[in-house]
């Protein structure tokens, strides 16, 4: 793998990388994408595309709400609050 | 634009309908404006570890709804993908939207642009969750997530419109569309419409140049003017030999103007995959039938037909047209017998005017379409004239009874009794003799006057014709 694309994978994933860390990542990710190359070669043209294995029928839930009873417990989660806003640094 | 004969311009617009439903997209948290903060939330739309996303079936309507007003292609399947970003108000740092199938492509809306039709292309719909909303304080920010994971129609069109009016036209078309159908409110302020545009400039008959995006564009008149400045901004550069820069700016409504958004460089890799969380949804024959019940005239094609069919004209067709609600009630009317232009009138005139001053909508006002109609057919009858029909309308909303009755109960009905009538003239007549001296001299200035006296003997209710006529017979 590109050492260049391991960095922007990175970047993308927002995971500070150790120049040390990228000779071994570097060879682990790409066992993983040449695992994906293996799979490529499978013939599939005579497959339809799908995104799910054996889900055939719609999912659908109906319009109607729950009251959030987790809300408060979700909230103190957060390590700083105002109110019932959540306090976070200005990413502006 | 400047050089109108030099340069083309072209301008395509994302546009963000929330749709009105009970829950949100994927679970069962409240949709609602205004709640306290961070109270309709719940472990799916906060993106806590176990969680599964569920698909409301009523966003899905609503959604392809539209997708049909808009004349799309309706997606057979479609499906969801997660869209890879971070930012404070996406809790899970994947929005769930849609990418390689939407659910609506290849569509149009017509608007109307100085009295000419101009068809825009819809390059397609899709259907996605909205984030939380931030409030930026100082060096803090603080996050609501109440709008996180509420069902978000976005309505991608073609570069086929050139002028910052004409996309505040379509914002306002969009607008009545939507609340025609009952899937939203349109509602600029509150958000629940959003708008972001592309622009680019480019030598005549050159084709697009190159792609400006602006956001933030919270209003339909910053929509006009940020356009309209970009417009003018890139013309400018072209004009002095210069290359647009492909970038992102915000609109500044302080300071009139499109500044440019600082953006990191990988910012829209956004690594869309299929979301395994959820299947493909495929439309049913139910599906597609519960639509065709649910589809309604479309407002430009209901102001054509009012102005065309019922001979009203364009303007009180547009305020009429304006809800779905108020061009149910006008045709009501109509049902009852009642001619067009004369409902048009008065519900553009009088009944507009007590409808504002009581807040009420036309539909939910005293006057129900069958008192409108009662009233309008006394007129007709020669019954009562215009003046006391107003007295009349104004007493349907303060008493809610029927104009029949209230003309029986306050003896409002017209004076036509010739001999009643010629008693009142007589009398005025021998009360005025200054009067009736200057019009004998051939002075025909006091007639007027005349009348008037006779009309405010009567309490208001002489037939006019009937009185004029009577003084004639006398001075003539
Ligand atoms: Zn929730």
């Known amino acids: ?92 | 634009m400047r050089y109108p004969t030099k340069y083309d311009s072209f301008v395509g617009l994302e546009i963000h309908v929330q749709l009105t439903t009970e829950s949100k997209i994927f679970c069962g948290c409240r949709n609602r404006f205004g709640d306290e903060p961070n109270t309709n939330v719940c472990p799916v739309c906060m993106g806590l570890p176990g969680s599964l996303p569920s698909l409301n079936q009523e966003a899905m309507s609503k959604a392809y709804l539209v997708a049909k007003a808009l004349h799309c292609d309706l997606a057979d399947t479609c499906l969801f993908e997660r869209k890879n970003y971070f930012y404070p108000d996406l809790p899970k740092n994947y929005q769930i939207s849609q990418f390689a199938k939407p659910l609506g492509t290849n569509g149009w809306i017509d608007i109307v642009v100085d009295g000419v039709t101009k068809r825009v292309r819809i390059h397609e719909c899709h259907l996605e969750e909205d984030a939380g909303k931030m409030i930026h304080a100082g060096d803090m920010s603080l996050v609501d997530y109440n709008r996180t994971g509420t069902p978000l129609l976005e309505i991608v069109t073609e570069p086929d419109l050139n002028l910052g009016e004409e996309a505040e036209i379509l914002i306002h078309e969009l607008r009545r569309i939507v609340r025609y159908l009952g899937v939203s409110d349109g509602n600029m302020d509150e958000g629940s419409m959003r708008c972001d545009a592309n622009v680019s400039v480019n030598t005549k008959g050159a084709g697009l140049g190159r792609k400006v995006e602006v956001k933030n564009l919270n209003s339909s008149r910053f929509v006009r003017l940020s356009l309209n400045y970009e417009i003018d901004r890139q013309t400018e550069i072209l004009e002095d030999g210069g290359t647009v820069v492909q970038e992102t700016r915000l609109w500044n409504e302080n300071r009139d103007q499109t500044i440019v958004m600082r953006s990191k460089e990988n910012a829209n890799d956004y690594r869309y995959f299929p979301e395994p969380d959820l299947p493909p949804f495929r439309t049913t024959p139910e599906f597609l039938a519960d639509l065709e019940t649910r589809i309604v005239e479309l407002p430009l094609d209901r102001r054509v037909r009012l102005v065309s069919t019922l001979g009203i004209s364009q303007t009180q067709a547009e305020v009429i047209g304006e809800e779905k609600a108020n061009a149910d009630y006008f045709e009501k009317v109509l049902e009852y017998g009642a001619d067009g232009p004369t409902v048009a009138t008065w519900m553009t005139g009088d009944v507009q005017k007590l409808l504002n001053r009581t807040g009420q909508s036309a539909a939910e006002s005293p006057l129900t379409p069958e008192r409108f109609a009662e009233l309008l057919t006394l007129m007709a009858e020669g019954k009562i004239h215009g003046k006391i029909a107003k007295t009349i309308l104004e007493l349907v909303f303060e008493k809610n009874k029927n104009p029949r009755v209230i003309m029986a109960e306050q003896g409002l009905e017209q004076m036509n009794d010739s001999g009643e009538l010629a008693k009142l003239v007589s009398q005025v007549l021998v009360d005025n003799p200054v009067a009736v001296e200057q019009i004998k001299a051939g002075d025909t200035k006091p007639m007027g006057f005349l009348m008037g006296q006779v009309m405010k003997a009567s309490g208001g209710r002489a037939e006019p014709g009937m009185v004029q006529k009577m003084l004639k017979e006398h001075l003539g």
């Open chain 1, 1 to 92: 793998m590109d050492i260049a694309e391991l960095y922007t994978t990175a970047e993308l994933a927002q995971i500070k990388l150790e120049d040390s860390e990228v000779e071994s990542l570097g060879g682990e990710v790409s066992q993983m994408v040449a695992y994906f190359k293996k799979m490529m070669e499978v013939s599939v043209d005579a497959l339809e595309p799908t995104t799910h294995a054996f889900i055939k029928k719609n999912r659908l839930r109906p319009d109607t709400f729950h009251p959030s009873t987790l809300a408060d417990d979700i909230l103190e989660q957060s390590p700083d609050l105002e109110d019932r806003f959540i306090c976070i640094p200005n990413v502006l």
